[in-house]
């Protein structure tokens, strides 16, 4: 039933710094794009399209505090879904933010030691639920908040719309 | 003895969140299942209507308490937005949603809910757009959420909360000519940060604030939005916090003393807030005016007081767009936007307009717009080369006839 692991493994493509807002995740003027696989051609694409070009599935996204502020659009969180990002972790994430990834699938870890602690490149091993990141590159070992188990639940069904589905149509 | 449950005096969105979910009481950082007593949606209707046909359901859970307003895109700039706009509408028609307004009906979501009444204290609020947070100037808990999300409301007319911890904002003091909400709220969130309120409830109280318009009220509510709070409340008669309901902190603000200058939100984030004086000179290639938090009645009022009988800069285009159609049309018998036009203005439709970046008034690499909207991010009004200082209507009209940053004190002195 699970298509998201508690435990991830991957590395960082990209270390960014605070309040990366979500005009810069996922530009207004492509909000028109509706389909969801499709947003992740926009990806960072007015600041940084250089990180959409070089991810790889499953690589993180690292990042400082208040990730994902400003508008609530839910492209934001799926473009990084569907450009591949396994997780994003940040110093904090904006709640509407953290609300769209969880419910969309992407697993969000919030860690005050993560944006000091890793660079580019590095791999790492996040456990979601244990709170703890190993970066395995560096041999150290990361604090993180453990997810909650909401959002655990969400993650596991794949999603809000699936957790629903399964709710309701069944 | 301890309190009971009972008389644990609460904030506005504690006493909210215990309605909404059936309790008694409700603590900070509780988890609550709230019913959902208002869901609006704008465009993003399309990504909403997908997940909810994807999660199978035939039919919303009420289609009374669904407002969808068009308002990003209109009218339709594109045929991919009029495709998604057609089939908003058809599905809204499917399922009996009748408070739908479509192009030329309505205007900006934030501002059509409320003036439509569609908004009334005590309410759970969601809307699938960040500055829902407006309608708690109507003693609403309003916030904003995704489209997965919305669809999960559609299905189920409830959602889980987090109950969160206020801040208590208190407001003396007398503003001084020229100085309005915008200033105020600006001044607040460049002492607070772009996350000072992340996850927390703001209330704001105080002698300057019960003095304010219902229009400021919603100026300070939508842009407490961009230090991350979930609501925001200004006084209202039916309803208000227990005396003895506990902040996290309480903020004091002498709106005479600490906003004594026009304040502007500089390239690119809304918390990098200075005094008028301490930007600079700046020429100015676009000033606009308009969005959900200043494109009023008051908005365009004092933006005419300012440009009458002169004419805007050469340099400068001054766009102006009145937040909705009744807006517009108020304007127009007031003779306002005869006045804006005189000067050189041009009138945009009501809608959201150049604010996020789509149509209507894009900017191009090197150019700075001065705006009465909410969000100065790397390219949210066009090219990622381009700057976007955010500030009240006057200094927005003041610095179009100027042709440069400018206090609306010096463009009255001038005569001109
Ligand atoms: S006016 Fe701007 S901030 Fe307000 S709803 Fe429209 S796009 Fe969003």
């Known amino acids: 039933m699970s298509d998201v692991k508690l435990v991830l493994r991957g590395r960082v493509r990209a270390v960014l710094g605070e309040n990366i807002d979500t005009d810069l995740i996922y530009p207004g003027r492509f909000l028109n794009v509706t389909d969801r696989e499709k947003t992740a051609e926009h990806l960072f694409e007015l600041a940084y399209p250089e990180i959409r070009a070089g991810l790889q599935a499953g690589e993180f996204i690292v990042a400082g505090k208040n990730f994902g502020c400003g508008s609530s659009r839910e492209q934001a969180a799926a473009a990084l879904k569907f450009a591949g990002a396994g997780a994003v972790v940040a110093g904090s994430f904006a709640r509407i933010f953290y609300r769209n990834a969880i419910n969309l699938g992407l697993p969000a870890v919030v860690s005050a030691e993560a944006h000091a602690g890793c660079e580019v490149g590095d791999e790492l091993e996040i456990g979601l639920t244990q709170g703890v990141i190993r970066n395995l590159t560096k041999g150290t070992e990361l604090r993180a908040a453990a997810l909650d188990p909401r959002a655990v639940e969400l993650l596991e069904a794949g999603g809000l719309i699936p957790y629903l589905k399964k709710k309701y149509a069944a | ?416």
């Open chain 2, 1 to 416: 003895m301890g309190l009971t449950p009972m008389t644990l005096p609460m904030t506005m969105a504690e006493k909210i969140l215990a309605r909404a979910s059936g309790r008694e009481a409700v603590r900070p950082d509780e988890i609550v299942v709230a019913n959902v007593d208002l869901a609006m949606s704008h465009e993003n209707a399309d990504l909403v209507r997908k997940s909810f046909l994807e999660i199978g359901v035939s039919q919303v859970w009420d289609a009374s308490k669904i407002v969808i307003i068009f308002d990003h895109r209109i009218p339709a700039e594109s045929e991919k937005t009029a495709t998604t706009h057609k089939a908003v509408r058809e599905f809204a028609a499917a399922q009996g949603i009748e408070n739908f307004y479509d192009v030329g009906r309505g205007g900006i979501c934030h501002q059509v809910l409320a003036e439509r009444g569609h908004v009334r204290s005590g309410m759970v609020v969601v809307g699938t757009d960040s500055h829902t947070t407006t309608h708690g100037a109507l003693g609403a808990f309003a916030t904003g959420i995704g489209a997965t999300e919305m669809a999960g409301v559609w299905t189920e007319g409830k959602l889980w909360f987090k109950v969160p911890s206020t801040i208590r904002i208190e407001v003396e003091g007398e503003f001084r000519p020229w100085i309005s909400a915008k200033d105020l709220i600006l001044y607040i969130i460049g002492k607070l940060g772009a996350d000072g309120a992340d996850y927390r409830a703001v209330e704001f109280d105080g002698p300057a604030i019960r003095r304010m318009t219902q229009a400021s009220r919603m100026v300070l509510a939508n842009l407490s939005m961009e230090m991350g709070a979930k609501v925001a409340f200004t006084p209202v008669e039916e309803m208000g916090p227990d005396p003895g309901a506990q902040y996290e902190r309480t903020l004091r603000v002498d709106a005479g003393r600490d906003v004594a200058e026009p304040q502007i939100a500089c390239p690119h984030s809304v918390d990098n807030v200075k005094p008028l004086s301490a930007v600079g000179d700046l020429e100015v290639h676009q000033a606009v005016l308009g969005s959900c938090t200043n494109g009023r009645i008051e908005d365009l009022e004092v933006a005419a007081r300012v440009v009458a009988g002169r004419q805007v800069h050469k340099r400068t285009r001054l766009v102006v767009i009145p937040a909705s159609q009744q807006v517009y049309r108020e304007a127009m018998k007031l003779g306002y936007l005869e006045t804006l036009m005189a000067a050189g203005a041009i009138i945009n439709p009501p809608g959201c307009g150049p604010c996020v970046g789509v149509h209507q008034g894009i900017l191009a690499a090197g150019e700075v717009c001065v705006s009465s909207t909410n969000r100065n991010f790397i390219g949210r009004m066009g090219s990622k080369d381009s700057f976007v200082y955010l500030a009240s209507p006057a200094v927005v009209a003041a610095s179009a006839i100027a042709g440069r940053l400018a206090h609306p004190a010096e463009v009255e002195a001038a005569h001109v």
